[in-house]
């Protein structure tokens, strides 16, 4: 039997059936809220954040045209509630664009990234590697931790990032080249590969 989509499942709950919203909430519930919970940093705000999503969703749902994506609305919702939530704790780090001299470690990063074969999961498959890489993404100022978890984590589209954010394409590919240069000098520096002068 063949699963109903998203949309499908949308214009469902519009037209009345309960259970579709719950297929719903269930479908994204543990990859929503790893997504909150890596972006916040901490299990009580993404759990908030994750029951305003929905909370939302559920009341706003009758306004929805099916004939959109829901993935990229959903992300939208939870991404907005999630800024609003580190503004409002004045958590905001200060933002760097730029990510050094040394390019070369930063192109051998983002080519491997962007291998449509390796998953950041493979990348990253012994466990200490996994923390170290957690606690640098955690370290990266919030716009670029954000575009480092929708780009490789939830592997969004560049057109989906563009909408969940609400910015150009063209910024979407800048900031995601910031971000990864960003996390590669971290990381570098975090393993003691920085070069040293």
């Known amino acids: 039997m063949k699963q109903s989509s998203d949309e499908q499942l949308v214009a469902a709950f519009q037209a009345g059936d309960q259970t579709a919203f719950t297929e719903l909430v269930g479908r994204y519930e543990k990859r ?6 890596k972006f916040l940093g901490k299990r009580a ?7 305003d999503t929905f909370l939302q969703v559920y009341t706003s749902v009758g306004r929805f045209d099916v004939t959109r994506r829901f ?12 800024r609003d939530l580190l503004r409002s704790h004045a958590r905001r ?20 990234l962007l291998m449509h074969e390796t998953t950041a999961e493979h990348l990253f498959d012994q466990k200490q590697e996994r923390l170290l890489v957690r606690a640098v993404v955690a370290q990266l100022p919030d716009h670029l931790r954000q575009i480092i978890l929708l780009a490789y984590f939830e592997q969004l589209s560049y057109k989906e990032m563009a909408q969940i954010l609400q910015i150009p ?4 590919k800048s900031r995601l080249h910031a971000a990864v240069a960003n996390f590669s000098r971290r990381y570098r520096e975090q393993t003691g590969q920085a070069e040293r002068t």
């Open 45 to 51: 705000w993404a759990e908030d954040v994750f029951q």
């Open 71 to 82: 993935r990229p609305w959903l992300y939208t919702i939870a991404t907005n509630k999630a």
């Open 169 to 172: 394409i063209g910024t979407v």
């Open 93 to 112: 780090p200060a933002v760097q664009l730029t990510a050094g001299d040394d390019q070369t470690g930063t192109n051998q990063l983002w080519d491997a």
């Open 32 to 37: 929503l809220f790893n997504y909150l919970q």
